[in-house]
Structure formats: structure tokens, C-alpha cells
């Protein structure tokens, strides 16, 4: 099985590299590799500059988009939603709606969560972990 884990730091870049490098990594082609940081609103100069360069929004959508470049069956996010640039917030709202495969989120963002509209819900309360496939609201209404 191919999982894909985001974790709160950046410590999956390597910060010498340009994003291009960590495209190549990937053994995406250049061509492919340019078109493909373009679509993640990434300039020209963005594109070739070390990662240390890069805001932290831009570090974000770099992770997110080698992550699911990868097409991972299984995404393990924690804290995606964490210190994101609105721009960043809604790319990746866009891309798990698109995914395909498994996701085990982990978020204190309800707007994140209510927008995204999962289909179940793992609740963590009074140290007890319960399956449920309610909308957020009713959820939090039964837990308060």
C-alpha cells in the first residue's frame, strides 16, 4: 500500500533543493516538473530558487502536491490546515475532494472539516474513540 503522511513541520524538504529538484526526485520530467509547480502558482524564479527561499504557503502547496503526485492509496494528514495561506487552504480542500484513495485526517479546522464534508468521523472525547456518520454539526452537538 502507498501512504502519504503530512506532518506540522517541513522537515520532508530538503531546503537546498529548488522545488524543480524535489520534482526530479520524484523522476517527474522537467517539462512536466514546470507545468506541474505552474499549477501551484509557482513562478518561473520560485521554481529554480532553494526551498529555504520559499514563503511557508509555498513550502505547503510543494508538500501537498509531491504528496499526491505520488498517488498514494492512503493519506495520513496532521494538521494540513495549520498556518496555511487562504490560497494554499482551498488548493488543497480541491485536491482531497479530487482523491480517490483513504484519508485519516486529524484537524481542529472546522471550517476545513464542513466544507470538505467527509462521509464518517472518528471522534476523540473523554477518552473514548467513536465512528460516526453524522454531519460535524450533530456531532458537536452530542459531544458539548
Partial sequence: MRVQHFSQSHDSLDMKKSALD????????????????????????????????????????????????????????????????????????????????SILLISHDRRFLEEFKFDSFWVVNKGTIRNRHKDLPEILKEIQ
Fill in 22 to 101: 524535489h520534482c526530479y526526485d520524484i523522476d517527474m520530467l522537467e517539462q512536466k516538473a514546470r507545468s506541474f509547480l505552474a499549477n501551484l502558482l509557482f513562478e518561473q524564479g520560485e521554481m529554480t530558487a532553494p526551498v529555504e527561499k520559499l514563503s511557508g504557503g509555498q513550502k505547503s502547496r510543494l508538500r501537498f502536491a509531491l504528496m499526491f503526485a505520488q498517488q498514494p492509496e492512503l493519506l495520513i494528514l496532521d494538521e494540513p490546515t495549520n498556518n496555511l495561506d487562504p490560497t494554499t487552504w482551498w488548493l488543497l480542500l480541491g485536491w482531497l475532494r479530487d482523491y480517490q484513495g
